[in-house]
């Protein structure tokens, strides 16, 4: 519930206006002169491409930082020594900046529209932030207890809540169809799935050709693309990638009368906890006629051998069936052919190839498949 509602709460965004005979951005910052000599850095939120933009170094109680961004978007400011991060979308405009010292989020910025919409959107989750928070403690001391009916209803207590503060989320990205700000929490409600792909694409449609244009812009256009391609009802995409023997391996040239796409990872707790009911299901439905390929996003920058990894992964959880893998993480090009944003995930395909169902684990996993070939 916490890791939930964290991927909500930190939504943070991107975008501009740009000022007359002005060729870059300016940010003008002015802090309590404890922080003299302390380094800035402005580095880019988006988790691919985290690129150091600028930085600079407090000097009698002010900083500056400029530059030129070929379109706004959103960046860290972290300030050493100064708790917290701030995010700030980042346009060819000069903006102001008063620092506060005790916690960078409640510094004030003037001179963005974009900024301005983005503190609505971090106002708004503030409720949510603070009744999280009060839950948070219940759900702990529920769990300690063993107290399973209890943990339920706050569940379901946060659920209520984050789907009413998603709502209020929707409208305001409806009224701010000009701002990249906007698309930025629209980028995020597709990435947790927050928002059905027919209303995103709506919002999507309705937004200015500035704000499409962006980096985000683009983003929510592939996810949106994805989500209809990979939507149940739509006939599988095909891939292919090399098996741990380096033999390539197509989808098509495997599927079954029922087939199931497994996104894993050795890494990956929950998949390896999920695998045995998995390998039931196979050992039970293959011979008539259940097939599994199992696409391993191994691949992570902490894995010293991400390929011994995964093949010792296999065998010792005895997964017998198809495995294939570029090993680039979630940088894996069929990973992102399907959107796939966390694992495990799973996709149901019947025998003409059509996705019949997705993310079904457990005994729903094993009721589908003995639906399907039963």
């Not at 870059?24 to 380094?39: D, L, Q």
């Not at 978007?73 to 010292?101: A, C, Q, R």
């Not at 033999?247 to 906890?273: M, S």
């Given at each position: 519930?916490l890791?939930?509602?964290?991927?909500?709460?930190?939504i943070?965004?991107?975008?501009?206006?740009?000022?007359e005979?002005?060729?870059?951005?300016?940010?003008?910052?002015?802090?309590?002169?404890?922080?003299?000599?302390?380094?800035?850095?402005?580095?880019?939120?988006?988790?691919?491409?985290?690129?150091?933009?600028?930085?600079?170094?407090?000097?009698?109680?002010?900083?500056?930082?400029?530059?030129?961004?070929?379109?706004?978007?959103?960046?860290?400011?972290?300030?050493?020594?100064?708790?917290?991060?701030?995010?700030i979308?980042?346009?060819?405009?000069?903006?102001?900046?008063?620092?506060?010292?005790?916690?960078?989020?409640?510094?004030?910025?003037?001179?963005?529209?974009?900024?301005?919409?983005?503190?609505?959107?971090?106002?708004?989750?503030?409720?949510?932030?603070?009744?999280?928070?009060?839950?948070?403690?219940?759900?702990?001391?529920?769990?300690?207890?063993?107290?399973?009916v209890?943990?339920?209803?706050?569940?379901?207590?946060?659920?209520?809540?984050?789907?009413?503060?998603?709502?209020?989320?929707?409208?305001?990205?409806?009224?701010?169809?000009?701002?990249?700000?906007?698309?930025a929490?629209?980028?995020?409600?597709?990435t947790?799935?927050?928002?059905?792909?027919?209303?995103a694409?709506?919002?999507?449609?309705?937004?200015?050709?500035?704000?499409?244009?962006?980096?985000?812009?683009?983003?929510?256009?592939?996810?949106?693309?994805?989500?209809i391609?990979?939507?149940?009802?739509?006939?599988?995409?095909?891939?292919?990638?090399?098996?741990?023997?380096?033999?390539?391996?197509?989808?098509?040239?495997?599927?079954?009368?029922?087939?199931?796409?497994?996104?894993?990872?050795?890494?990956?707790?929950?998949?390896?906890?999920?695998?045995?009911?998995?390998?039931?299901?196979?050992?039970?439905?293959?011979?008539?006629?259940?097939?599994?390929?199992?696409?391993?996003?191994?691949?992570?920058?902490?894995?010293?051998?991400?390929?011994?990894?995964?093949?010792e992964?296999?065998?010792?959880?005895?997964?017998?069936?198809?495995?294939?893998?570029?090993?680039?993480?979630?940088?894996?090009?069929?990973?992102?052919?399907?959107?796939?944003?966390?694992?495990?995930?799973?996709?149901?395909?019947?025998?003409?190839?059509?996705?019949?169902?997705k993310?079904?684990?457990?005994?729903?996993?094993?009721?589908?498949?003995?639906?399907?070939?039963n």
């Amino acid at each position: 519930m916490l890791r939930k509602f964290l991927a909500v709460s930190i939504i943070i965004l991107t975008f501009s206006c740009n000022k007359e005979k002005t060729t870059g951005f300016v940010i003008n910052g002015t802090i309590n002169a404890s922080a003299n000599g302390k380094k800035v850095t402005l580095i880019k939120a988006d988790m691919k491409n985290q690129e150091l933009l600028d930085s600079t170094t407090v000097t009698n109680g002010k900083l500056v930082l400029d530059g030129l961004v070929e379109t706004p978007d959103i960046y860290v400011l972290s300030i050493e020594g100064v708790n917290g991060k701030m995010p700030i979308v980042v346009e060819n405009t000069e903006m102001t900046i008063s620092f506060d010292t005790d916690t960078l989020l409640n510094s004030q910025i003037t001179g963005s529209k974009e900024n301005d919409v983005l503190k609505e959107f971090l106002e708004l989750s503030k409720p949510l932030q603070k009744k999280n928070m009060s839950l948070a403690g219940e759900f702990r001391a529920a769990q300690s207890e063993g107290d399973t009916v209890k943990m339920k209803e706050l569940r379901e207590t946060f659920n209520t809540l984050l789907e009413e503060t998603n709502e209020k989320n929707i409208a305001l990205i409806e009224k701010h169809n000009d701002k990249v700000t906007s698309a930025a929490f629209l980028d995020n409600l597709l990435t947790t799935k927050a928002i059905e792909t027919k209303k995103a694409q709506e919002i999507y449609n309705s937004y200015t050709d500035d704000v499409k244009n962006s980096r985000l812009g683009k983003s929510i256009n592939e996810k949106i693309e994805v989500a209809i391609v990979t939507a149940e009802g739509s006939i599988a995409p095909n891939f292919s990638a090399k098996n741990p023997e380096g033999k390539t391996i197509a989808l098509n040239d495997i599927k079954g009368k029922a087939t199931i796409i497994d996104f894993w990872a050795a890494w990956c707790g929950p998949c390896r906890k999920e695998n045995p009911n998995v390998v039931k299901v196979y050992n039970k439905y293959h011979d008539k006629g259940l097939e599994i390929i199992s696409v391993s996003l191994d691949g992570t920058p902490r894995q010293k051998d991400a390929k011994a990894a995964w093949i010792e992964a296999i065998e010792k959880d005895n997964l017998t069936w198809h495995h294939v893998s570029n090993l680039q993480y979630f940088n894996d090009p069929i990973a992102k052919q399907y959107n796939i944003q966390a694992i495990p995930a799973t996709f149901i395909l019947d025998a003409e190839g059509k996705i019949v169902a997705k993310n079904l684990r457990g005994q729903e996993l094993e009721d589908k498949i003995a639906e399907m070939l039963n």
